[in-house]
């Protein structure tokens, strides 16, 4: 009898930490993070471009792919309800930033994209805010909170898609740098500062670089 009760409740608790476990998965914040299981010993970390250099201070979990993929194909609504393609800012440094009204961190950075969008107003630099929010009326809750956060313009992905179409498979807040030529060259998930010094010289070394 005493076997039994023990099997319950280890499969309880297997029961709550896998509950708990999805939950982390989808909201990653800066100061709590999920811990990953270790990889096989002969496993090689990911190779990373020159871009690793900036993945410091709030920066810290910076990815930066060395080989490098085109963002995704992928159909967003701008605010009017109009099809938007990353492929409609050629020429320019993206940050695509995946946010949700129900994400506390996705809010709290907000008002550092919008001084990084401010202070480079005038250059090839397009902060694009991606809401993610699942009804018409949580994405226009999303309008009104982005009025201020000026001058960050709404775009919504109401099917929730988008954060599966990058590397971060859905975690929130998700940000993603884009070059000139459209390529997926860092991305962060988790809460960050993005008007800091790290992304400032980050944000820099693209805007140097060749169209």
């Known amino acids: 009898m005493a076997g039994s009760k023990t099997t319950v409740g280890v499969l309880a608790a297997v029961v709550l930490v896998s509950a708990g ?8 914040n800066r ?3 999920v811990q990953a299981p270790e990889a096989p010993a002969d496993t090689q970390p990911a190779a990373r471009s020159e871009l690793a250099r900036f993945a410091l201070g709030s920066l810290s979990q910076l990815e930066t792919p060395a080989s490098l993929e085109p963002a995704p194909d992928y159909v967003f609504k701008d605010a009017e309800g109009r099809d938007v393609r990353f492929a409609d800012f050629p020429g320019q440094v993206v940050v695509v930033n995946l946010w949700a009204m129900w994400c ?7 008002p550092t994209l919008a001084a990084l969008a401010r202070d480079y107003q005038g250059r090839d630099l397009k902060v694009l805010p991606v809401n993610v929010d699942a009804t018409p009326e949580a994405v226009r809750a999303a309008g009104r909170f982005l009025q201020d956060h000026a001058p960050l313009p709404l775009y919504n992905d109401i099917r929730f898609q988008l954060p599966f179409e990058f590397a971060g498979a859905g975690r929130m807040p998700q940000t993603i740098l884009l070059d ?7 991305w962060q998930v988790g809460e960050a500062d993005w008007a800091g010094p790290e992304a400032r010289a980050l944000i820099d070394a693209l805007l140097a670089e060749p169209a």
């Open 21 to 28: 476990g999805g939950a982390a998965w989808l909201y990653a």
């Open 31 to 33: 100061g709590a993070s």
């Open 104 to 110: 506390a961190p996705c809010k709290t950075e907000m």
């Open 180 to 186: 000139r030529q459209g390529r997926i060259r860092a």
